[in-house]
């Protein structure tokens, strides 16, 4: 929750002071002590510009050699654009499940407000500008606390933010107006979410079908952000570059993941992926910054492009449970548990367990039935001594794979849709 807005009650004559104080810092990086203390005072504008800053270790770099990717140019001519238009300001960062650590909520850049001298103006609206790039400094210093990234986590929690700007009336605090520009949400992220609808541990970065997939899950899990205000643009800038550990994408990789999220950015608006409310810009992103010392930043999951050994254990659902059932017939678990032991020989690798259905019967029952039995699956395998296990209900199958894993493939050849309504058991090396 936001603040109150502090009413009006400096006289113009002190703020001229306050002003000139500040002035005296701003170029060599230090802050004068309160320079930005009336950006948390002045009149509040219905548009809002938010940042939003990836810290987790596939962006920020490890302690030591690795030097993360610095987005001051990058963002420069968005935070100068936002305080041109007397825009609120926000930023913050984020990592893990996505919750933003804020360095600035909801900020007021009117450097109109009680201040009717042009000159004064100008040196506070510099003033805005410094006072912002520091907040997305202290962002970028954030040490994010558990490792991998939700993105789609994030922009809820900006949605939310830029939903209550959008509704506040008039601020009623005496300010110059409500800003003469749109708001704007900025995500500066390589794109590489490893958590949620949207995790790409083991994405194949190839096929545009898998986009459609993965925004079907997105929609049917309900993770979009579901009050995106009409009319702010969501900008993308740094998709694929990486440092540290992280492997880089290909250009090729690169265009999937710019059109996976334009995709995932525009299942929120009206209009179709491409208009001008989603856009990736390539904005070229430095490695070069150097950061205060700091604890180093938990491992980020690694997402191999495709490129990891993958093997398939395809298990049709009769052979698991019963219909209608979540629940591991006997000789199921005896199956699940050789799997499991197979596993343990190789404890670096990670394990999906993805649960489909067949095309009859409720959508909604269907894809809850699936979740429940490829969360089954993972529990047997987790307490079998299987690290690293996650489950998804993917609903629909997309056909039959090919199963790799010798023994994986039966199939009850009298139920001719046996294998649209099984659980896969992917395990990647």
């Known amino acids: 929750m936001r603040a109150p807005v502090v009413a009006r009650g400096l006289a113009p004559a002190l703020v001229v002071v306050l002003l000139s104080a500040g002035i005296t810092s701003c170029g060599d990086g230090a802050s004068a002590p309160g320079k930005c203390d009336w950006m948390k005072k002045a009149a509040k504008s219905r548009a809002h510009t938010v940042v939003l800053v990836d810290a987790s270790a596939s962006l920020r770099g490890s302690a030591g050699a690795d030097r993360g990717r610095d987005h001051t140019e990058a963002v420069g001519p968005y935070l100068e654009k936002a305080v041109s238009h007397r825009n609120t300001v926000s930023v913050g960062a984020f990592a893990g499940a996505g919750d933003i650590e804020w360095s600035a909520l909801g900020l007021s850049a009117d450097w109109i407000w009680e201040n009717d001298d042009e000159f004064n103006q100008g040196e506070r609206e510099k003033i805005a500008t410094d006072c912002l790039k520091e907040n997305l400094a202290q962002a970028q210093e954030t040490v994010p606390t558990s490792g991998g990234t939700d993105i789609l986590a994030a922009v809820r929690s900006a949605d939310a933010v830029l939903g209550e700007s959008a509704g506040r009336k008039d601020s009623g605090n005496g300010g110059s107006g409500n800003g003469s520009g749109p708001g704007e949400l900025i995500i500066l992220t390589d794109g590489l979410s490893t958590m949620g609808c949207a995790n790409l541990r083991h994405a194949r970065f190839a096929d545009d079908r898998e986009i459609d997939a993965i925004a079907k899950d997105c929609r049917d899990t309900a993770e979009l952000p579901q009050e995106m205000p009409t009319g702010v643009p969501v900008i993308f800038v740094g998709l694929g570059r990486t440092v540290g550990s992280q492997p880089a994408p290909t250009p090729a990789q690169t265009g999937w993941l710019k059109r996976l999220w334009l995709r995932l ?41 495709g490129a990891g050994r993958s093997q398939t254990y395809l298990r049709p659902r009769a052979a698991l449970f019963d219909p209608g059932s979540a629940v591991i017939r006997e000789r199921g678990l005896s199956e699940l548990i050789g799997i499991a032991v197979e596993l343990r020989r190789s404890p670096e690798a990670e394990v999906q367990v993805l649960g489909y259905v067949d095309p009859r019967g409720g959508a909604g029952n269907n894809l809850s039935l699936s979740r429940q039995r490829a969360d089954a699956v993972a529990e047997v395998l987790t307490a079998h001594g299987v690290r690293d296990v996650t489950a998804y209900g993917r609903g629909l199958a997309g056909g039959c794979p090919k199963p790799v894993a010798a023994g994986s ?12 309504r099984r659980v896969d058991i992917v395990v990647t090396k």
């Open 265 to 305: 950015c525009a299942e929120t608006r009206p209009k179709p992926a491409g208009t001008e409310d989603c856009r990736a810009v390539d904005t070229p992103v430095p490695g070069s910054l150097r950061r205060a010392s700091a604890p180093k930043p938990p491992a980020d999951p690694v997402v191999r492009f």
């Open 409 to 420: 493939g039966d199939r009850d050849a009298d139920e001719p849709l046996q294998c649209d």
